[in-house]
T-cell receptor
Framework: SQKIEQNSEALNIQEGKTATLTCNYTNYSPAYLQWYRQDPGRGPVFLLLIRENEKEKRKERLKVTFDTTLKQSLFHITASQPADSATYLCALGDYGGSQGNLIFGKGTKLSVKP | GAVVSQHPSWVICKSGTSVKIECRSLDFQATTMFWYRQFPKQSLMLMAT?????????EQGVEKDKFLINHASLTLSTLTVTSAHPEDSSFYIC???????????FGPGTRLTVL
């Protein structure tokens, strides 16, 4: 069955450092991968989408890579700030079936200490 | 940006009663709406997908007679948890997409507690 893993349940880093979160998947060939931010008791907020034919995507301090050979995506937050503290979810999708149907990982809780 | 609202944000009910949760797209027409359930420290699990004017498609293991979904308009979908039991206590989140975009806009979620 399809499986999606995010490297760790929690990640603690110092303010100003780069946070790197990992998303690995098996038994699946997604057409695209998305990253979301979720704050406690709130719904996820979309951050970035990267397609299978794209290696890297950037948005302000965020960078996402997608390696379909390794079946892995890396999510980087540079110059991290305490306000970046949240749970980050990766989600895989394809173009078949229901439009926008996504499979979510459990998320990694990032804590940025001042 | 696209905004999705949910109502209520939290609800407490007695076992055996039914609870209705509303999901609205406020500034766009949602061709497809999704309903997810999230238990503590778990991933979002898709329950069902609904397109306006048609029956919802339920994921395997989700009882369609227990979780009634109605998507009567392009801006409103409702999820009714019928005869709720304590094991139905969870965080229910809806999302919506518009057109060909793969980006899902999520609502703030509804915390359901069944006593």
């Amino acid at each position: 069955s399809q499986k999606i893993e995010q490297n760790s349940e929690a990640l603690n880093i110092q303010e100003g450092k780069t946070a790197t979160l990992t998303c690995n998947y098996t038994n699946y060939s997604p057409a695209y991968l998305q990253w979301y931010r979720q704050d406690p008791g709130r719904g996820p907020v979309f951050l970035l989408l990267i397609r299978e034919n794209e290696k890297e995507k950037r948005k302000e301090r965020l960078k996402v890579t997608f390696d379909t050979t390794l079946k892995q995506s890396l999510f980087h937050i540079t110059a991290s700030q305490p306000a970046d503290s949240a749970t980050y979810l990766c989600a895989l999708g394809d173009y078949g079936g229901s439009q926008g149907n996504l499979i979510f990982g459990k998320g990694t809780k990032l804590s940025v200490k001042p | 940006g696209a905004v999705v609202s949910q109502h209520p944000s939290w609800v407490i009910c007695k076992s055996g009663t039914s609870v209705k949760i509303e999901c609205r797209s406020l500034d766009f027409q949602a061709t497809t709406m999704f309903w997810y359930r999230q238990f503590p420290k778990q991933s979002l699990m898709l329950m069902a997908t609904s397109n306006e004017g048609s029956k919802a498609t339920y994921e395997q293991g989700v009882e369609k007679d227990k979780f009634l979904i109605n998507h009567a308009s392009l801006t409103l979908s409702t999820l009714t948890v019928t005869s709720a039991h304590p094991e139905d206590s969870s965080f229910y989140i809806c999302s919506a997409t518009s057109g060909a975009s793969r980006e899902q806009f999520f609502g703030p979620g509804t915390r359901l507690t069944v006593l």
